[in-house]
């Protein structure tokens, strides 16, 4: 990425954040900040997983492998279907 790029992104994330009133969006914003730039940024983040959690994010994995997936269309409908309830 050139560096007008690199600049252009920056004064665009920044009029983003700058926009934002949510609270706990910039808090989770400001927790990505901070781990991508600590020097402890290459660690892998499998190791911070609970047992639970990997157990279902291999579950996932499985069940994507085997096509059991779906659309981002079809997502949407089954929300729009179970907020109507």
Same mark, same amino acid.
Do not use: C
């Given at each position: 990425?050139?560096?007008?790029?690199?600049?252009?992104?920056? &004064?665009?994330?920044?009029?983003?954040?700058?926009?934002?009133? &949510?609270?706990?969006?910039?808090?989770?914003?400001?927790?990505?900040?901070?781990?991508?730039?600590?020097?402890?940024?290459?660690? &892998?983040?499998?190791?911070?997983?609970? &047992?639970?959690?990997?157990?279902?994010?291999?579950?996932?994995?499985?069940?994507?492998?085997?096509?059991?997936?779906?659309?981002?269309?079809?997502?949407?409908?089954?929300?729009?279907?179970?907020?109507?309830?």
């Amino acid at each position: 990425m050139s560096s007008k790029n690199l600049k252009e992104l920056k &004064d665009k994330i920044l009029f983003q954040v700058n926009e934002l009133e &949510d609270e706990t969006a910039l808090q989770m914003l400001q927790e990505a900040v901070v781990a991508y730039s600590s020097p402890s940024s290459n660690k &892998d983040i499998l190791e911070e997983l609970t &047992d639970e959690q990997t157990k279902r994010l291999y579950e996932s994995i499985q069940q994507a492998n085997e096509g059991k997936t779906l659309t981002h269309e079809e997502v949407k409908q089954k929300a729009k279907e179970w907020l109507s309830r």
